[in-house]
């Protein structure tokens, strides 16, 4: 069965800090896609990034980065420098290929608060 | 344009009423989904279109009928509701030639409220 993990409920950190937000996930299938939302309190989920199963590279996005590691099941994003702007709802999701539509399994949120 | 436009963004109705919710999106995406957001809980599924038919109902109450009457709009008819029921129902779409892993993008939602 696929599962998403969040651990980290809720994280405040204080302006211009780094902080890494975990996910693990759990699936049997050798081709699956991990993603990362962002949901501001206007209630948007805004896609940040999507990886599929053969791509380990770690990615940089600006003051953004993603560490995806298979050996341990995990997609971590790391947010540099943090701003005011980064508060929000960050969801990791990972999509089941066997479904006949884009099925998306979200983890329960880690809510960022940024506090200047 | 990654632009999902979802119609009311607020909604107050009574349980006896009916109503319905609208999606748009031009962005040629042949999948379209209806979420459902509570408090502090991530996104449910509750259908999901592909090529303009439904191909994922995960055993949603009948009280929410959904219609894809083109490949840009998508509907959710809303009628006897709870109010359990209240909560953002979320619409997104993807592409479909990127096979299923492609990414959702997301509308804005709309906050229903059950009285």
Redesign the interface.
Known sequence: AQKVTQAQTEISVVEKEDVTLDCVYETRDT???L?W?KQPP??????LI?R?SFDEQNEISGRYSWNFQKSTSSFNFTITASQVVDSAVY?CAL??????????Y????TSLTVIP | DTEVTQTPKHLVMGMTNKKSLKCEQHMGHRAMYWYKQKAKKPPELMFVYSYEKLSINESVPSRFSPECPNSSLLNLHLHALQPEDSALYLCASSRKDRGRGAEAFFGQGTRLTVV
């Open positions: 081709t699956y896609y993603f939302y206007s209630g948007e989920l805004v896609f999507r599929n969801f999509s089941d290929p066997s479904n006949t539509g884009n099925q998306f979200f983890g329960t949120g």
